[in-house]
């Protein structure tokens, strides 16, 4: 289906190609004027430059020429040159029928050619998930499910950090502590344990003492170095008691970006990368851009053009240890054998912007990725506390993702606690509305911006919020069963019934409320397609909220069930059985769920 605006465009430009000017003047937008008109199309004002006439003067000729196929309440030619458009109620109707019946309510893929990969966990092993992890995770996931809704192959990857420092912190923190463990001795030589030597809760209290020693003592902190070194360089010992490490720590992670309802296709780690990155340093070596600078091998990618720092990437530290940026490089290389993508887009801190600039510009350099390929940094903003500062918890410390995320669901709990619900019913429903506090709270925001988690605000059912995107769903839901009560059916099948097109809109004197909940869910398509080539999910959170919102009028001012003209009724029930789907496919999009009642 073509959008409403494309639709428009089309008849427009033809109405200009048939007064003798280019089509290209017939493009149609949305009003900013919305007192005076729905739609505008201001092409009129650019033609008059080109062919050298009074721009009212074309309009009126272009409005002249418009098919007379009732698409139209009003079409006027308005001084100095705009024309201003209202649609009529029966191209609306026909335009809403069609999208009832359609895939995907209308909106037209455009990617369904193309691969996309989407790195955006990046959480690192044997620490807890904590709310830094929450914005790429939330983001990341929106981000891979608008992509795959406009037809791409979407694979997101966890790419956990399971290869660096923090490893060397615990092996070497774990030595101290019990430096007759079998994984340490170097002249072992039998099978290893299965079981890990150490529980997860115990890695979560070593790993930050094994950070804050290692800040104070030079020497712990160049065992930690020689232990990743060791670790990478293939030591037996370790990499049993790495893959022992992996195994607790991945398992939680999953459990808890489950919870979240957040999933990756893969769960590499940095380590995946190991293995091609000895090929890729040959390889640069060989093109002649890898150079030496104090014991460490780099390549540049400074630009004449830049005016900021623009320090080397760096492929071999001085002691032959991988780092950061070698396993990015890398990472690429895998990425582009496995999937050759179009698009890879990293959701990750905005203060690792330079890192990824340094590491696109070397893989360009270094052909390893070519121009059909997108590198795409999505630098994430911080969630902040009323303070403005990155949210801690009362103490000061970093806050684990499951606290906060319990936290919210808890709020949300309380504000139940009076409706006459099963307790397992009132669980269910703290959870998923809980979840959608805290993730809309976050969505609705450009991934760029920094915000302030405020619990009370989030979790509000009224205003910009996801509870209530959730709550008008609920209404919308209890409207379908009041009336299936009435006409003997269920909810289910009104559903079913309006998605093969047995409700139809078809009365041509509804109210303003009806009018507007119509031409907002006509921009349905439209609003997707932007928010697709922006990768903006707070686009689709823009959406979502403006449609509750002229549901929710249309609502007040109109009876749905009570409504006694037949013809009429069916136009409601069509009405808002569209909007639930748009809600839900919406709500879908963010990874939001939402429960049956509220
Ligand atoms: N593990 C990293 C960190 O904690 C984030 C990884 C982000 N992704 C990437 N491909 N570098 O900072």
């Not at 669901?409 to 606690?417: F, G």
Request: glycine share 6%.
């Amino acid at each position: 289906m073509k959008t409403i605006l494309d639709i428009l465009t089309d008849k427009f430009s033809t109405a200009f190609e048939k007064a003798g000017y280019a089509a290209e003047y017939g493009r149609c937008v949305v009003s900013n004027r919305p007192d005076l008109c729905e739609f505008q199309c201001n092409g009129a004002m650019a033609a008059a430059k080109a062919y050298k006439k009074a721009p009212i003067k074309i309009a009126q000729e272009v409005v002249e020429l418009l098919p007379n196929d009732q698409s139209f309440k009003s079409v006027e030619a308005i001084a100095p040159g705009f024309i201003n458009v209202i649609l009529s109620e029966r191209i609306l109707n026909s335009y809403l029928n069609e999208m009832a019946i359609s895939k995907k309510s209308g909106f037209e893929p455009k990617s369904t050619d193309k691969t996309a990969v989407i790195d955006y966990g990046g959480a690192n092993v044997a620490k807890p998930l904590h709310v830094g992890h929450l914005r790429p995770a939330i983001i990341g996931e929106s981000v891979k499910r608008l992509l795959a809704f406009d037809g791409y192959k979407t694979i997101g990857d966890a790419h956990l950090g399971d290869w660096g420092t923090p490893i060397g912190l615990i092996f070497t923190e774990m030595q101290v502590r019990n430096p007759s463990l079998v994984f340490f001795d170097e002249n072992y030589t039998g099978e290893y344990p299965a079981e890990c030597p150490v529980t997860l809760k115990e890695l979560e209290e070593i790993y930050p003492y094994a950070s804050a020693k290692s800040k104070e003592d030079e020497e712990y902190r160049a065992r930690a170095r020689q232990a990743v070194f060791e670790l990478q360089s293939g030591r037996r010992g370790y990499r049993a008691l790495w893959e022992r490490i992996m195994d607790i720590s991945k398992a939680d992670l999953k459990k808890n970006y489950g919870s979240l309802n957040v999933s990756f296709e893969l769960w590499y780690g940095e380590s995946d990368a190991d293995p091609y990155i000895v090929p890729m340093i040959e390889d640069m070596k060989k093109q002649g851009i890898a150079r030496i600078s104090e014991g460490a091998l780099v390549v540049d990618v400074k630009e004449e053009s830049d005016n900021k720092e623009m320090p080397p990437c760096m492929l071999l530290k001085s002691d032959g240890a991988v780092g950061y940026d070698s396993t990015d490089l890398a990472t690429i290389v895998q990425r582009m054998k496995d999937f050759s993508p179009n698009k890879i887009i990293y959701v990750v801190d905005k203060r690792q912007g330079l890192h990824f600039e340094q590491v696109f510009r070397a893989v360009r350099k270094a052909g390893i990725v070519g121009d059909d390929t997108e590198l795409i940094f999505l630098g994430n903003g911080t969630m902040n506390g009323k303070d403005g500062k990155p949210f801690k918890t009362r103490d000061g410390g970093v806050l684990r993702l499951e606290a906060l995320v319990q936290d919210v669901r808890d709020h949300v709990a309380e504000k139940m606690a009076d409706r006459d619900l099963s307790d397992e019913e009132k669980n269910e429903i703290a959870r998923k509305v809980g979840l959608a506090a805290l993730k809309y709270g976050d969505l609705s925001n450009a991934a760029t911006k920094d915000y302030i988690f405020d619990i009370d605000k989030f979790t509000s059912f009224e205003g910009n919020t996801g509870p209530y995107i959730l709550y008008t769903m609920v209404r919308i839901k209890s409207i379908l069963e009041k009336y299936s009560q009435v006409t003997g059916s269920d909810t289910k099948e009104v559903l079913s019934k309006a998605a093969t097109g047995a409700y139809k809109l078809t009365v041509l004197d509804g109210n303003d409320s009806e009018k507007k909940l119509k031409l907002q869910i006509a921009m349905f398509s439209e609003a997707m397609a932007q928010a697709v080539a922006e990768i903006a999910p707070h686009k689709v959170c823009s959406f979502l909220f403006e449609l509750s919102n002229t549901f929710n009028s249309f609502y007040h001012e109109n009876k749905i069930v009570a409504e006694e003209n037949e013809d009429k009724r069916n136009g409601f029930i069509a009405l808002i059985c569209l909007t639930l789907k748009l809600l839900e496919t919406g709500i879908d999009l963010l990874a939001i769920e939402a429960p049956e009642k509220m």
